[in-house]
């Protein structure tokens, strides 16, 4: 299987989602190593990009070229800006732009009308999505929910509209806004997508098993799966999924000792890309999902959590991994010792 997005044809139909606060840099390289058709950026606020915020050139810092292909995830709610921003990275090297309708935060919907907001306003939602096509040479893609809320769960008429315009590729995440994340992704709903639009469709939502995976695909008829939070600190999990629907085989999950090498050439990474302080607290929650199913993880945590001292992190990584490996609690390691 594989799917086609202009002239960039995917090697697997298993792409990861844009995740804001996750999929950075450090993130997306980790991913890539381990295998996946496509990694997406987190979601950039065009008129924050355009005007060169902080914040958000961070997240976009070097050049797109260095990850090709790259899709770049845009969000915004003015068809100019989000033009001008689909140009910048472009000219950055970005393969793919991904318009963002399917956000359901407040602070998108609400403050900017963008995200999932734009799926209340089709006339306005072609608009942006003609502005941006027509801004750019490279491919550029939707993502969106089913709806805003269930009384109006418009994807597939809305993806009539962007395959007309010049949309290449619709993710759907089988939610409506209003759900946030409740409830369960309604993957069968994404076939009525799939039925109104020629170009490929993603299905999106609640995909942490290689089995959801390949029941999604089922249910929807999509051509591909977008890997969210089932990549929480699990990178292989999209590789993983990939083989799976390739082969109906299941690989194990990696050793220990890679685990750890994984884990470490993380945040190293993520302590070089933001600084050592900012890093460490950035850091965390990728160290918690790493560890949160092995075995006494919850002191490891607990004191990765309260320090920004980036050598006592390496060493209690050090030392919880060689405990569990080990087979013996962490708080018999001999620094814990010491240190009561």
């Not at 990009?49 to 790259?70: N, T, Y």
């Not at 100019?80 to 407040?106: F, T, Y």
């Not at 799976?244 to 050439?265: C, H, K």
Request: aromatic share 6%.
């Amino acid at each position: 299987m594989s799917i086609s997005i202009g002239s960039h044809i995917l090697p697997c139909p298993v792409i990861l989602a844009p995740m804001s606060g996750v999929t950075d840099r450090p993130f997306r390289r980790i991913v890539r190593r381990f295998g996946v058709g496509l990694v997406v950026s987190e979601m950039i606020a065009s008129a924050a990009m355009v005007q060169q915020a902080r914040k958000e050139i961070r997240k976009m810092s070097g050049d797109c070229a260095e990850e090709f292909p790259l899709s770049v995830q845009l969000a915004g709610c003015e068809p100019a800006l989000m033009a001008e921003a689909a140009k910048l990275n472009a000219d950055r090297g970005a393969a793919i732009i991904d318009i963002n309708m399917g956000c359901p935060v407040k602070k998108v919907t609400n403050g900017q009308q963008a995200g999932s907001a734009l799926m209340r306003d089709e006339d306005h939602a072609a608009r942006l999505i003609e502005a941006t096509v027509k801004a750019v040479d490279i491919p550029v893609t939707l993502k969106m929910r089913t709806g805003w809320d269930d009384a109006s769960r418009n994807a597939p008429r809305l993806a009539r509209i962007a395959q007309d315009l010049g949309i290449r590729m619709i993710t759907v995440h089988g939610r409506t806004r209003c759900q946030f994340y409740t409830g369960r992704a309604d993957w069968s709903f994404v076939r009525q997508v799939k039925a109104a639009v020629s170009i490929p469709v993603v299905v999106n939502g609640d995909i942490t098993t290689e089995q959801e995976a390949a029941e999604a695909l089922r249910l929807s008829r999509a051509d591909g799966v977008m890997i969210g939070r089932g990549a929480y600190g699990r990178p292989w999990f999209p590789n993983q999924v990939a083989h799976y629907l390739a082969t109906g085989e299941t690989l194990p999950d990696p050793a220990l000792d890679t685990i750890l090498a994984t884990l470490r050439d993380h945040w190293e990474a993520i302590i070089e890309h933001y600084g050592p302080q900012l890093g460490c607290r950035i850091a965390r929650k990728h160290v918690g999902w790493y560890s949160r199913s092995m075995p006494g993880s919850a002191q490891f945590r607990q004191i990765v959590n309260n320090t920004t001292d980036a050598d006592a992190v390496r060493r209690a990584m050090d030392e919880y991994f060689a405990a569990v490996r080990d087979g013996r609690a962490f708080d018999e390691t001999p620094a814990n010792k010491e240190a009561a």
